[in-house]
C-alpha cells in the first residue's frame, strides 16, 4: 500500500490521493537554481505544486567558497524554502530526499520510506563531486557542494592555522592544495592565498610570508579552459601575484595522508586538499532506474522530459541536455536556470492540452574571480573583460541573482566590510 504525504507534513496517511480538489500535482524535487526557476513558474499556476529538498533551504552555490574562505557567513547565501512558497496557496514544501522514483505508478519514494505521488515531475537534484576513481581523493579531499561542506572547509582552515601557531609550521601544515583549475579552482585558491597572505597576519603575528603557500594543480595546459586563452593566462599572472603556486600538465595519482602525489613524481605535502576537478552526478541517480548518458546525467529529449518518460523532466545540472549543435550544456547556473524555466512551461502546455516546444539555451556567458579587483568575463557576443570592470560586474550579478533583500544587504554589506578591513570576515571554527 502507498502511503502518501499530506499537505503539512504532520500525519501520513495510508492510502488516497490528497490533491488539492481537481489541480493536478506537479513534484519539483531539488530546489537549486533549476528547481527554483521552476517554482517561479508554478507557484501561482493553477496546479498543486510540491516542492522536495533535502535540505530546508535553496544554496546559492556560486558564493560557496566565499563562505568556505570566511568571506560570508553561511547564512548570507542560503534562503528558506517556505518563504519561497510563503504566499503561494496551491503549493507546500517537504523536506527530504529522493531515494526512488516509480514512473508507471507515478510516485516518488523519500530515504525515510515517505511516498509523494505526481502527476508530472521535475527532477533538478544537482551535482555532486567526480574523484575519477584517484586512490584516496574522496576519502582525504574536501568539496565545496554544499553550505555544510563549505563550513567544514572554513573550520580546517583555521583549525591548520591554529595548529601551526601552537606547533609550529611543518609537514606542510599551511600548504593547501587546490585540484582543478577551473572557475571554482580558481576561485578557491585566489581566496585562500588572500586570506592567507593578508587577511590572517594581524590575527599570526607568529606566522611569516612563506610558511603559507597555496598550489593549483590542473592537468591541462591552462587554466580556465571555457575561457578564451588570453584571460586563462590573465588568471594564472593574477594568481602568481597573490603567491599561488600553479601547476598545468600535472595529473593527481593519488592522494595520501599530508601527502599529495602527482603523475610526475612530484609530491607535495599539505595541510589540506580541495576537490574542484570534476563533476559527476548525485549517486541516487543511478538508482532511480531512468536513462542516462555522458557522465552518468539524465538522458532528456528537446523539451526536457526524460528520455521514455512523459511525466518526468530532468532539468539543471543532472540533465544531459544539449544545444542546437547537440554538445552537452555546460553544469552552470544558466542552463539551470532556463532549463527549469522551460520545463514548468512544457508541464502548463501540456495540462493546457498543447505540445511541447524544445528548449533553446540563451548562452549569456561566463565569468569567474580571482579576487580582490581581478575577474574575467566573457559575455554574449565575444565580449571580453578582466580586471575591475570585470570584477564589479561579478560582484553586481551575484548579488542580483541572490534571493531574499535580507541576503543581497548582508552580502554587500560583507563584501564592503571585507574590502575595507583587507578581508576579515567570519573567521570561526564551528563544532569541535
Ligand atoms: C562551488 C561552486 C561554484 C560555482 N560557481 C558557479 C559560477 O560562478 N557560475 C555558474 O554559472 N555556476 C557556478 N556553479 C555551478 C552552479 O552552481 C550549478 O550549475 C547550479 O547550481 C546547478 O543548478 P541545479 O538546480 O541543477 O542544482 P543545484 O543548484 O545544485 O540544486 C540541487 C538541489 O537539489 C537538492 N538535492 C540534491 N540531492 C537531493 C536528493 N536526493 N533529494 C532531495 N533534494 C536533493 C539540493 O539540496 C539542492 O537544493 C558553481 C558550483 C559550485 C559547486
Redesign the pocket.
Known amino acids: 500500500m502507498v502511503k502518501t504525504v499530506d499537505q503539512d507534513q504532520s500525519t501520513q496517511s495510508q492510502s488516497g490521493d490528497l490533491r488539492q480538489g481537481s489541480r493536478p500535482r506537479v513534484v519539483v ?7 527554483l526557476a521552476a517554482i517561479e513558474v508554478l507557484r501561482d499556476a493553477p496546479v498543486e505544486l510540491v516542492v ?4 530546508n533551504f ?2 546559492f ?2 558564493l ?2 566565499q563562505v568556505a574562505t570566511a568571506g560570508l557567513n553561511a547564512g548570507d547565501v542560503a534562503y528558506p524554502l517556505r518563504t519561497v512558497l510563503r504566499r503561494a496557496r496551491h503549493a507546500h514544501f517537504i523536506q ?3 531515494a526512488e522514483v516509480d514512473a508507471k505508478r507515478r510516485f516518488i519514494g523519500l530515504e525515510d520510506g515517505r511516498i509523494v505521488d505526481y502527476d508530472y515531475l521535475i527532477l ?4 555532486s563531486a567526480s574523484f575519477f576513481g584517484i586512490p584516496g581523493a574522496e576519502e582525504r579531499s574536501h568539496t ?2 554544499t553550505l555544510d561542506a563549505a563550513v567544514d572547509v572554513r573550520n580546517h582552515i583555521f583549525q591548520r592555522f591554529e595548529y601551526a601557531a601552537s606547533h609550529g609550521v611543518h609537514d606542510g601544515v599551511l600548504t593547501f592544495v587546490v585540484v582543478g583549475g577551473g ?2 579552482g580558481v576561485e578557491l585558491a585566489g581566496a585562500i592565498a588572500e586570506l592567507a597572505h593578508r587577511a590572517l597576519y594581524t590575527d599570526f603575528t607568529m606566522l611569516g610570508p612563506d610558511d603559507v603557500k597555496v598550489v593549483l594543480i590542473e592537468q591541462r595546459g591552462r587554466l580556465l579552459e571555457a575561457f578564451h586563452e588570453d584571460l586563462s593566462e590573465y588568471a594564472r599572472r593574477e594568481l602568481r601575484a597573490r603567491g599561488v603556486t600553479v601547476l598545468l600538465n600535472e595529473t593527481v595519482e593519488s592522494v595520501e595522508e599530508g601527502l599529495i602525489v602527482l603523475k610526475s613524481g612530484r609530491e607535495i605535502r599539505n595541510g589540506l586538499v580541495l576537490w574542484a576537478a570534476g563533476i559527476a552526478v ?1 549517486p ?1 541517480v543511478s538508482k532511480l532506474g531512468l536513462p542516462t548518458g555522458r557522465g552518468g546525467r539524465i538522458m532528456v529529449g528537446s523539451d526536457l522530459r526524460v528520455v521514455g518518460s512523459d511525466r518526468i523532466f530532468a ?4 540533465a544531459l541536455s544539449t544545444n542546437r549543435d547537440g554538445a552537452p550544456l555546460p ?4 542552463p ?1 536556470l532556463q532549463g ?1 524555466e522551460h520545463a514548468a512551461r512544457q508541464i502548463l502546455a501540456l495540462l493546457a492540452g498543447s505540445e511541447t516546444e524544445p528548449f533553446r539555451y540563451r548562452d549569456k556567458g ?3 574571480t580571482i579576487g580582490r579587483r581581478a575577474a574575467v568575463a566573457e559575455l554574449a557576443g565575444g565580449v571580453r573583460l578582466h580586471g575591475t570592470p570585470a570584477w564589479v560586474s561579478w560582484l553586481l550579478l551575484h548579488v542580483a541573482f541572490l534571493l531574499g533583500s535580507r541576503n543581497k544587504a548582508s552580502v554587500l554589506m560583507n563584501w564592503s566590510w571585507h574590502y575595507l578591513s583587507w578581508g576579515k570576515g567570519p573567521r570561526v571554527i564551528l563544532g569541535g
Open positions: 524535487v531539488g530546489a537549486g537554481f533549476a528547481g522536495v529538498d533535502r535540505h535553496t544554496t552555490q556560486p560557496l567558497y527530504g530526499t529522493l533538478g537534484i544537482g551535482a565545496i557542494y572557475a571554482t548525485p541516487v532539468v539543471g545540472d543532472v553544469q552552470l547556473a544558466q539551470a527549469g561566463i565569468m569567474a
